[in-house]
């Protein structure tokens, strides 16, 4: 299984950026996804998920009317629109795949490579 996560960089306060998770060796269509971040020093949190079917998303409460989940099962697929971005957005972003529909780092099978995220002020 690989979970190739894109699309991180540098970005000024305000700006968006569009993150990207390519998925295989997996059948992507019964897996919830979700992106986490963990910023230097910290724990790895949960930002966001969306279920198999694309039906139920869930955000932080950091993030919620900034970030949008989406997935594309036909392309295996996940994405994170990222907007009105924050220097304390600033982190390695995570893709993860689970089979529960509740997503929590204890019930990730698998983990992605990570991307990075920064935000200037």
């Known amino acids: 299984v690989q979970l190739q996560a894109s699309g991180g960089g540098l970005v000024q306060a305000g700006g968006s950026l569009r993150l990207s998770c390519a998925a295989s060796?997996?059948?992507?269509?019964?897996?919830?996804m979700a992106w986490f971040r963990q910023a230097p020093g910290k724990e790895r949190e949960f930002v966001s998920k969306?279920?198999?079917?694309?039906?139920?998303?869930y955000y932080a409460d950091s993030v919620k009317g900034r970030f949008t989940i989406s997935r594309d099962n036909a392309k295996n697929t996940v994405t994170l629109e990222m907007n009105s971005l924050k220097p304390e957005d600033t982190a390695v972003y995570y893709c993860?795949?689970?089979?529960?529909?509740?997503?929590?780092?204890?019930?990730?099978?698998?983990w992605g490579q990570g991307t990075q995220v920064t935000v200037s002020s």
């Open positions: 969306i279920t198999w079917g694309g039906g139920t998303t």
């Open positions: 060796g997996l059948t992507f269509n019964t897996y919830s």
């Open positions: 993860a795949a689970a089979r529960q529909s509740t997503v929590i780092a204890s019930n990730v099978a698998y």
